[in-house]
């Protein structure tokens, strides 16, 4: 079964400076992927996918930036971070079960920008 | 474009009680209906997947029912529970959407009281 890895859990960052979040996933090949934003009392929101390496679609023009360099690797990256910034990011992959094509999440990072 | 919304936004029961959640969707040209359970700080688990043919699935003391030609699906809880105590979200992935983008609706805070 897959399994998706992000890292930290926890950051907090100052304003303007950089930022690379990492997902890389195990268990399938040539998934789609997906970064997604949860603000503080906000709903879900699509940043970026990819449906293959090298392959970006963006959402929301914004500050942020995505990367798939490997197969099994989505980098979410910022320049100049801004407070607008801060928020819950999930990475996610689109799976094959016995009941259909599932998405599943990665457990998040946390990350406040002051 | 597709719009999802969940309604109530907020559900507080005591313990024991069934209850239903509320999912609708503008668009029923969809792939499959996926609802979501969050706890506070946590990625997002996937509960049950319902496939565009199928009306109804049940998972334990979980029953996710669906009407797409109204637009509609509904989650009923059994013998609610305070470990059920979460943000259920529900998400449509769309027929021919690029990507296999998902919509997700904003949620139900579900609190249980024992």
């Known amino acids: 079964s897959q399994t998706i890895h992000q890292w930290p859990a926890t950051l907090v960052q100052p304003v303007g400076s950089p930022l690379s979040l990492e997902c890389t996933v195990e268990?399938?090949?040539?998934?789609?992927l997906y970064w997604y934003r949860q603000a503080a009392g906000r709903g879900l929101q699509l940043l970026f996918y990819s449906v293959g390496i090298g392959q970006i679609s963006s959402e929301v023009p914004q500050n942020l930036s995505a990367s798939r360099p490997q197969d099994r690797q989505f980098i979410l990256s910022s320049k100049k971070l801004l407070l607008s910034d801060s928020g819950f990011y999930l990475c996610a992959l689109i799976g094959r079960t016995g009941q259909g094509e599932k998405l599943f999440f990665g457990s998040g990072t946390q990350l406040s920008v002051l | 474009k597709q719009e999802v919304t969940q309604i109530p936004a907020a559900l507080s029961v005591p313990e024991g009680e069934n209850l239903v959640l509320n999912c609708s969707f503008t668009?029923?040209?969809?792939?499959?209906l996926q609802w979501f359970r969050q706890d506070p700080g946590k990625g997002l688990t996937s509960l049950l997947l319902?496939?565009?043919?199928?009306r109804e699935q049940t998972s334990g003391r979980l029953n996710a029912s669906l009407d797409k030609s109204s637009g509609r699906s509904t989650l009923y809880i059994a013998a609610s529970q305070p470990g059920d105590s979460a943000t259920y979200l529900c998400?449509?992935?769309?027929?021919?959407?690029?990507?296999?983008?998902?919509?997700f609706g904003a949620g139900t805070i579900l609190r249980v009281k024992s």
């Open positions: 668009d029923s040209a969809i792939y499959n």
């Open positions: 268990g399938t090949s040539n998934p789609n």
């Open positions: 998400a449509v992935r769309g027929l021919m959407e690029y990507g296999n983008k998902l919509v």
């Open positions: 319902i496939q565009s043919s199928q």
